[in-house]
């Protein structure tokens, strides 16, 4: 009956470990960029947007195609980074494992 308790223990504390780290990525904050930092998102790693900045030399009128192309390209690099982010802080507690849902 020992070793289930030092069982559940280690289990309370994984859990607790990772609960801590789920929060921890919602407050840092990725930037996602294209096109030389003309057009840059920013996203926690919940992968929540909190800001895009586009340059205004970007901005034509005439080429809306090439700001959604930009835009797009930002936010898949944001995305890329946040999943980097989320894998730095979760990943050390499931060793690899992919379990729906973490994050």
């Known amino acids: 009956m020992k070793n289930m308790n030092q069982l559940m223990k280690q289990a309370k504390k994984l859990q607790e470990d990772m609960a801590r780290a789920q ?3 919602g ?3 990725v930037t996602g960029s ?5 057009v840059q998102v920013d ?10 900045r586009i340059k205004p030399e970007v901005v ?5 195609e090439l700001l959604e ?3 797009l390209t930002a ?5 890329r980074k946040a999943d980097a982010l989320a894998e730095s802080h979760v990943g050390k507690y499931t060793k690899g494992l992919n379990l729906p849902g973490l994050f």
Not at 34 to 38: I, K, L, P, W
């Open 69 to 71: 192309d930009l835009l």
């Open 34 to 38: 294209a096109s030389g930092d003309a």
């Open 27 to 29: 407050t840092q904050i």
């Open 60 to 64: 034509n009128p005439e080429d809306v």
């Open 43 to 52: 996203m926690n790693g919940h992968k929540k947007v909190s800001a895009v």
């Open 75 to 79: 936010l898949q690099d944001a995305e």
């Open 23 to 25: 929060e921890e990525l």
